[in-house]
T-cell receptor, first 111, second 114 residues
Framework: TQLLEQSPQFLSIQEGENLTVYCNSSSVFSSLQWYRQEPGEGPVLLVTVVTGGEVKKLKRLTFQFGDARKDSSLHITAAQPGDTGLYLCAPQGGSNYKLTFGKGTLLTVNP | DTAVSQTPKYLVTQMGNDKSIKCEQNLGHDTMYWYKQDSKKFLKIMFSYNNKELIINETVPNRFSPKSPDKAHLNLHINSLELGDSAVYFC?????????????FGSGTRLTVV
């Protein structure tokens, strides 16, 4: 059973600040997905990273997959209140028939 | 037009009652899921159906019974509700039984057992 950790668990920042959240595991992943869940809604897929060392950008969000494919990070530049939500990582490996989610990072961006 | 829709959005009921949650997807996906999100926001899979066939059945009390009449619908019936069943239940769908394309989630059903 892989151990999956997301950090920090909670993060509260002011609008305009930069931040990074992390997803770490003891296992190697074939790929990893990041989701954002806004209050009162279901998670929404942001990105899938597949190759070790891969970097993907989505506007102000930068996703990186670790070289060893055991960890990933999400960096947000100039955070906005609309970025508020629960950020979940979901690695793929082992059973390819279900997504197992981390416990998430709850981000609050204050105006 | 909502891709994955769940009803009801909110459900408040007494202990011991039986209730159902319905889910429909109009994406043409083959696979559907039920997830439970607890008060600490931990999202855990319960069941998965692929083309009406049950393919994942996690360790869930047998008071929970999913039913998929066709590949666009997945319902969840819960018997003898307990306080600990209070949570947000999410339905999701995916193109096929792999996780490669990611999941599309509904907006959740908040179940409160009193």
């Amino acid at each position: 059973t892989q151990l999956l950790e997301q950090s920090p668990q909670f993060l509260s920042i002011q609008e305009g600040e930069n931040l990074t959240v992390y997803c770490n595991s003891s296992s190697v992943f074939s790929s990893l997905q990041w989701y954002r869940q806004e209050p009162g809604e279901g998670p929404v897929l942001l990105v899938t990273v597949v190759t070790g060392g891969e970097v993907k950008k989505l506007k102000r969000l930068t996703f990186q997959f670790g070289d060893a494919r055991k960890d990933s990070s999400l960096h947000i530049t100039a955070a906005q209140p609309g970025d508020t939500g629960l950020y979940l990582c979901a690695p793929q490996g082992g059973s390819n028939y279900k997504l197992t989610f981390g416990k998430g990072t709850l981000l609050t961006v204050n105006p | 037009d909502t891709a994955v829709s769940q009803t009801p959005k909110y459900l408040v009921t007494q202990m011991g009652n039986d209730k159902s949650i319905k889910c429909e997807q109009n994406l043409g996906h083959d696979t559907m899921y039920w997830y439970k999100q607890d008060s600490k926001k931990f999202l855990k899979i319960m069941f998965s159906y692929n083309n009406k066939e049950l393919i994942i059945n996690e360790t869930v009390p047998n008071r929970f019974s999913p039913k998929s009449p066709d590949k666009a619908h997945l319902n969840l019936h819960i018997n003898s509700l307990e306080l600990g069943d209070s949570a947000v239940y999410f339905c999701a769908s995916s193109r096929d039984r792999s996780t490669n394309y990611g999941y599309t989630f509904g907006s959740g059903t908040r179940l409160t057992v009193v």
